[in-house]
Nanobody
Framework: QVQLVESGGGLVQAGGSLRLSCAAS????????VAWFRQSPGKERDFVAI????????RFADAVKDRFTIARDNGKNMVYLQMSSLKPEDTAVYYC????????????????WGLGTQVTVSS
């Protein structure tokens, strides 16, 4: 059974940092893409970042580039989202997703999802 679990969310002041983690069980991140999405109440789920396991290519949404980084740890079978210079508009539930085969920023391309972790940035 495939399970993805996010952790590391919380309440942080604007300008602060958080590191989110995505751990996989019953599934290997090897040879797959892993992406992060976020969703605020009443809004669509938006692409944040993605890392290609083979080659390590990354891509970021314009709203977060230069502030967020994504990293992988093959040995621990985990993916991280390091968030810096956080803004109130970054407030959302953050999800990790995997299983897509097209290095896509479309959430419908991913069959495996975690349940999300809440990030709240205060002003």
């Amino acid at each position: 059974q495939v399970q993805l679990v996010e952790s590391g969310g919380g309440l942080v002041q604007a300008g602060g940092s958080l590191r989110l983690s995505c751990a996989a069980s019953g599934y290997s991140f090897s040879n797959v893409n892993v992406a992060w999405f976020r969703q605020s109440p009443g809004k669509e789920r938006d692409f944040v970042a993605i890392v290609r396991w083979i080659g390590g290519n990354t891509r970021f949404a314009d709203a977060v580039k230069d502030r967020f980084t994504i990293a992988r740890d093959n040995g621990k079978n985990m993916v991280y989202l390091q968030m810096s210079s956080l803004k109130p508009e970054d407030t959302a539930v953050y999800y990790c997703a995997s299983g897509g085969s097209f290095f896509s920023d479309d959430p419908t391309a991913y069959p495996y999802w975690g349940l999300g972790t809440q990030v709240t940035v205060s002003s």
